[in-house]
């Protein structure tokens, strides 16, 4: 993911906030990114127990804008993106004609005809070409807005309290994935309760000027409920125990939807044709017929940590690889994704290990989540 030296790094509206703070900063997706402020445990706990505060300003935001934004949509991703009611948002995939999952995406209706589409950074540019070639014939525009937003989230349990004090927008009356337009901290801000850590929580769009005044005055709302800034590392933590997968691991151009076992993103019974149905059908007979290798979690029973690439083994034979894995602030052990042999998916499937540098490490096979928070 590291940039050439004709492409510098992208910096963030809060760049030097983050510099401010002590954060150790890192090449993601061709942008300077915070992996940590400073421990990443002590971030994870807070998401967990309190409340974190995250820039995702490197996110893709793509508007899709028109009359026919809506078929476009539809015809351009898996999902059934007519069907969602205006603030409502949807998760959904665009894929490639042969089937092969180009990313993972967040939808949201804004209004009638004026969708946002939240493509991953790695990822955002790749989308946004697709987007713009499946529009030929549509009488609907897409633009890059990437420029036009910063992104914050603030993540745990304590934070519907902590921008409730800042806002008067009704947040309890906002349902997951949902998104409102409102006022925070005197900022304009597209409000919407998504996230990528298991918890509760808020992502606000907002001008990149806006950034760092909206960063400063949830700092303060949260201090007292002990909110602190967290890191891409801790984020990437939360959504491995969440069981939520990450593009260029569980997610890639070889996997369709249903390899991933996520095939209900698919929706065929939807108006129109879409790119890569007819390889879609395929997959999902395949899938009925003969399980391709499932996404299972494994939990360590020693402490060696799997890293994504790792074999997966069962008595000798290679049985799948591992896709991520850390260690658990939340469990105390090291945690692991990895897609295996259906034979060996079932939680508790006896003799299942890892591979770590010639070592076969035991592994308890369990269903995923690892983690679910509390309702």
């Known amino acids: 993911m590291s940039s050439s030296a004709s492409h510098p790094l992208r910096h963030t509206a809060l760049d030097a906030l983050h510099r401010s703070l002590g954060a150790t900063m890192t090449d993601f997706a061709g942008w300077d990114m915070p992996l940590r402020y400073g421990s990443e445990r002590d971030e994870h706990v807070a998401v967990r127990t309190r409340a974190g505060l995250f820039d995702l300003s490197h996110m893709g935001e793509i508007a899709v804008t028109g009359p026919e934004a809506a078929a476009l949509l539809n015809h351009a991703l898996v999902g059934d993106i007519a069907s969602v009611g205006v603030g409502r948002a ?19 209706r804004l209004a009638e005809t004026e969708y946002l589409v939240v493509a991953n950074a790695s990822n955002a540019q790749v989308v946004l070409d697709a987007l713009t070639e499946r529009a030929a014939g549509f009488d609907a525009e897409v633009r890059d807005d990437r420029d036009a937003y910063a992104l914050l989230a603030v993540q745990g349990p304590a934070s519907p309290a902590i921008l409730q004090s800042l806002t008067d927008a009704d947040l309890a009356g906002l349902k997951y994935y949902a998104g409102l337009p409102g006022t925070v901290a005197g900022v304009q801000a597209l409000i919407a309760r998504t996230g990528y850590t298991g918890e509760d929580g808020f992502e606000l769009f907002v001008a990149p000027a806006d950034a760092e005044k909206l960063w400063q005055a949830l700092t303060d709302a949260g201090a007292d409920a002990g909110l602190i800034p967290c890191g891409l590392s801790c984020r990437d933590t939360l959504r491995l125990e969440a069981g939520m997968p990450l593009y260029g691991h569980e997610l890639t151009t070889s996997l369709t939807p249903f390899d991933a076992g996520l095939g209900r993103v698919v929706k065929f019974g939807k108006d129109g044709d ?52 850390a260690p658990s602030p939340t469990l105390g ?37 690892f983690y679910k928070r509390q309702k």
Not at 90 to 108: F, K, N, P, Q, S
Not at 277 to 293: D, G, T
Not at 338 to 361: F, K, L, N
């Open 333 to 369: 052990k090291p945690i692991a994704m990895a897609y295996v042999d259906a034979a060996h998916a079932a939680p508790g499937a006896e003799g299942v290990g890892v591979d770590i540098r010639g070592s076969h490490e035991p592994y308890e096979v369990v269903a995923l989540p």
């Open 90 to 108: 949807r998760y959904t995939m665009i894929c490639r004609e042969d089937g092969g999952i180009l990313d993972d995406l967040i939808v949201y």
């Open 274 to 325: 879409f790119v890569g149905r007819e390889a879609l059908r395929r997959a999902a007979e395949r899938a009925a017929e003969n399980p391709p290798r499932v996404l299972v979690g494994l939990v360590a029973e020693g402490r060696r940590v799997p890293r994504a690439g790792y074999p997966v083994v069962a008595g000798g034979e290679v049985i799948g690889e591992v896709t991520s894995g």
